[in-house]
């Protein structure tokens, strides 16, 4: 429940301080150009809101309803429908009465803020965190498989070369490039031997079905002794610091994981464990116990694999930012276009609120925060700006329009075109969310 807690507070409050901001990139320049602002509000307020003051013409409040946020502006066709206003003639303080290119800076304002969020805080990730990068050529002792991986035709242990023949120098792409952009073939050197292994078609929503929370891959590891706990069983068998664990039972475990999984099942029972020391293999003896544990520390993965890290600077840090912000709006825009093709069932992955709050940490964990929260701004800016009325790229497509035109879409039209992307909006948001509801009960 604590961590249920946890996770629910970083998503509450991200969420709240992307919807602020993002209704701020609004509001400004809607003040700049002397536009009246009559509302500014964190969350929805259908019949009531919890918390409302007014400043200087404009309520400030928090609604009920935490499925986004807005601001009203006056003359403007949006979330409040209020039909009556526009009915009255148009009034210099009203958004109707602004020249077009002022609307549209006015409606990519969020959209803006968000992108430019992003940027600053991957910046100051960088900046605080510095930047780690694992080179693919220094997985030397291969990748570690989840069972999907192992269903796909992959092992423990496998170097993978390249994906449709193109090399990919940073280990952290391979998973995404394997996943979400299409890949058809795999080539890997296994125990020396390439192997090419086939992708097929669906296997995202393969994965998706399986309901991994242990990812795609990983890096493997093997186990060496480092140290002993107080007790040790397999110290007292004669296990040494040094010796590389390889066999239980019998069994071939060469990676830490492997002892990890198997050792639960075997709490109070004579196990045998293979090591090497220098050329040897030794074989030990022991009763694991109830505690079941062997009491061996292992040697970390960053001493056993090099890491490239890299500190920046304060202004070297918003150029890197940048970059890092422009490739996961990429990443998320292959993932949107899996999405829109019913071939590779990704839409079965489509989750709402449920899944974004899954995906904080359940201690409270700063670097993770303001990750998420800055692919949370991208994910803001980039729905936002879909050419779907309702949505500020609506306003923007029908205000792209009118610039080149020079014909204004009638009041009644814009009515109409609201509630068409309300009803796209509803929809979307039912799916999402009941794709969430679903799993809690499978």
Same mark, same amino acid.
Request: net charge negative.
């Given at each position: 429940?604590?961590?249920?807690?946890?996770?629910?507070?970083?998503?509450?409050?991200?969420?709240? =301080?992307?919807?602020?901001?993002?209704?701020?990139?609004?509001?400004?320049?809607?003040?700049?150009?002397?536009?009246?602002?009559?509302?500014? #509000?964190?969350?929805?307020?259908? #019949?009531?809101?919890? =918390?409302?003051?007014?400043?200087?013409?404009?309520?400030?409040?928090?609604?009920?309803?935490?499925?986004?946020?807005?601001?009203?502006?006056?003359?403007?066709?949006?979330?409040?429908?209020?039909?009556?206003?526009?009915?009255?003639?148009?009034?210099?303080?009203?958004?109707?009465?602004?020249?077009?290119?002022?609307?549209?800076?006015?409606?990519?304002?969020?959209?803006?803020?968000?992108?430019?969020?992003?940027?600053?805080?991957?910046?100051?990730?960088?900046?605080?965190?510095?930047?780690?990068?694992?080179?693919?050529?220094?997985?030397?002792?291969?990748?570690?498989?989840?069972?999907?991986?192992?269903?796909?035709?992959?092992?423990?242990?496998?170097?993978?070369?390249?994906?449709?023949?193109? #090399?990919?120098?940073?280990?952290?792409?391979?998973?995404?490039?394997?996943?979400?952009?299409?890949?058809?073939?795999?080539?890997?050197?296994?125990?020396?031997?390439?192997?090419?292994?086939?992708?097929?078609?669906?296997?995202?929503?393969?994965? @998706?079905?399986?309901?991994?929370?242990?990812?795609?891959?990983?890096?493997? =590891?093997?186990?060496?002794?480092?140290?002993?706990?107080?007790?040790?069983?397999?110290?007292?068998?004669?296990?040494?610091?040094?010796?590389?664990?390889?066999?239980?039972?019998?069994?071939?475990?060469?990676?830490?994981?492997? #002892?990890?999984?198997?050792?639960?099942?075997?709490?109070?029972?004579?196990?045998?464990?293979?090591?090497?020391?220098?050329?040897?293999?030794?074989?030990?003896?022991?009763?694991?116990?109830?505690?079941?544990?062997?009491?061996?520390?292992?040697?970390?993965?960053?001493?056993?694999?090099?890491?490239?890290?890299?500190?920046?600077?304060?202004?070297?840090?918003?150029?890197?930012?940048?970059?890092?912000?422009?490739?996961?709006?990429?990443?998320?825009?292959?993932?949107?276009?899996? @999405?829109?093709?019913?071939?590779?069932?990704?839409?079965?992955?489509?989750?709402?609120?449920?899944?974004?709050?899954?995906? =904080?940490?359940?201690?409270?964990?700063?670097?993770?925060?303001?990750?998420?929260?800055?692919?949370?701004?991208?994910?803001?800016?980039?729905?936002?700006?879909?050419?779907?009325?309702?949505?500020?790229?609506?306003?923007?497509?029908?205000?792209?329009?009118?610039? @080149?035109?020079?014909?204004?879409?009638?009041?009644?039209?814009?009515?109409?075109?609201?509630?068409?992307?309300?009803?796209?909006?509803?929809?979307?948001?039912?799916?999402?969310?009941?794709?969430?509801?679903?799993?809690?009960?499978?």
């Amino acid at each position: 429940m604590t961590e249920t807690l946890i996770k629910a507070a970083q998503f509450f409050l991200s969420l709240s =301080f992307l919807i602020v901001l993002h209704e701020l990139g609004h509001f400004i320049p809607a003040k700049l150009f002397k536009t009246r602002v009559e509302k500014f #509000y964190l969350f929805f307020d259908p #019949y009531f809101s919890l =918390f409302k003051k007014k400043i200087g013409g404009t309520e400030y409040g928090i609604g009920w309803l935490p499925l986004g946020g807005y601001v009203k502006i006056s003359g403007m066709i949006d979330e409040s429908m209020d039909t009556e206003q526009l009915s009255a003639e148009p009034q210099p303080w009203e958004f109707r009465s602004k020249p077009a290119w002022q609307r549209l800076i006015i409606m990519l304002g969020g959209v803006t803020v968000n992108l430019f969020l992003a940027m600053g805080i991957y910046a100051m990730i960088l900046f605080t965190w510095g930047g780690q990068v694992l080179k693919t050529e220094n997985v030397k002792y291969g990748i570690e498989c989840s069972e999907f991986a192992k269903e796909m035709g992959f092992q423990n242990g496998d170097k993978i070369l390249t994906v449709d023949g193109v #090399y990919f120098e940073n280990f952290a792409d391979l998973p995404e490039a394997i996943l979400i952009s299409g890949a058809e073939n795999v080539l890997v050197e296994r125990r020396g031997v390439k192997t090419n292994i086939a992708i097929p078609k669906d296997i995202v929503a393969q994965f @998706i079905e399986t309901k991994s929370e242990t990812g795609f891959i990983g890096v493997a =590891f093997p186990y060496f002794a480092k140290d002993f706990e107080d007790g040790s069983v397999a110290e007292a068998a004669g296990v040494k610091v040094g010796d590389q664990l390889i066999a239980l039972n019998g069994e071939e475990a060469l990676y830490f994981t492997d #002892y990890v999984k198997r050792l639960p099942s075997l709490i109070d029972q004579k196990v045998t464990l293979s090591v090497l020391r220098g050329l040897d293999t030794l074989n030990f003896n022991f009763i694991l116990g109830s505690s079941g544990k062997m009491g061996v520390y292992f040697v970390q993965p960053n001493e056993l694999i090099t890491y490239d890290k890299k500190e920046y600077g304060f202004f070297e840090s918003f150029p890197a930012g940048t970059a890092m912000a422009i490739d996961k709006l990429d990443s998320y825009v292959q993932q949107f276009k899996l @999405i829109l093709n019913p071939e590779t069932g990704a839409w079965k992955g489509l989750g709402g609120f449920i899944t974004m709050g899954k995906q =904080f940490k359940p201690v409270w964990d700063w670097y993770h925060f303001w990750n998420f929260t800055a692919f949370l701004s991208i994910v803001l800016a980039f729905m936002n700006i879909l050419p779907i009325p309702a949505l500020d790229g609506g306003h923007v497509m029908f205000l792209l329009w009118e610039l @080149i035109t020079g014909k204004t879409p009638s009041d009644k039209f814009l009515e109409y075109a609201q509630m068409f992307g309300f009803i796209i909006l509803l929809s979307l948001l039912v799916l999402a969310n009941g794709n969430d509801i679903l799993n809690l009960f499978n």
